[in-house]
């Protein structure tokens, strides 16, 4: 949230958490007021989304930082937003990396421990967001930070666990049913669907919609109408 997308107001209605971004991949301070205030008018839950300093990409594409830049980067967006919600008296509830440093994270395990020691060095009350299974997980359990394993509801998967890279032609979920579908099975079985059809299992603490998406309040909306049908209970953390 807050990357300058229109379906903000909307979508924060239906969510119960929200990553706001921190100005490195797109927002501003501006922007994170708007959206801060947002959120509490709709009792969401406020996280931290830092990402790379990389605008013109959105965030998204690979850099080979050192872990020490890593710590500083994270932990300057965190503090800045931490700022924001310090002028409306909220409590900032989590921090979820953004984009190509939430993927290189999963993977490497210096990277995650990198974000983990940042976190912790800022507050180590925040849950940090990583996705299910992954080293972000298992570095900041180490780190003795709280988690939450995350599920894409938009987004294929490899075998591995890992999300389908976005290079790739059916890396992306389209259709709301197909989303709603996947999210369901995600929560209540435990397991997702591979593009190659494997069975992969997993844990599902929070299922991430991207607010960029140009589909995403109709994702949304039939996520939530799908969750409570099948009596699963909505909630931050």
Known sequence: MGEGYPDDVELMKLISSASIACGYHAGDVDTMRRTVELALANGV???AHPGYQDRENFGRRPM???ATAVIKIVREQIAMIQRVCNEFDAA??????HGALYN??????ELAAAIAVAVKDVDDRLILYGLSGSHLISQAELAGLRTASEVFADRTYATDGT????????AL?????AAAEQAIRMVADGSVLSTSGEVVPLKAETICIHGDGPHALEFATSIRSALETNKITIRAL
Do not use: M
Request: aromatic share 0%; glycine share 4%; no cysteine.
């Open 45 to 47: 839950a406020i996280g």
């Open 64 to 66: 080979a930082l050192s």
């Open 92 to 97: 900032l509830h989590h921090v979820k990396p």
């Open 104 to 109: 290189q994270a999963a993977k490497d395990e």
């Open 163 to 170: 999300l389908t890279p976005r290079s790739e032609a059916n």
């Open 173 to 177: 979920i389209t259709n709301a049913s």
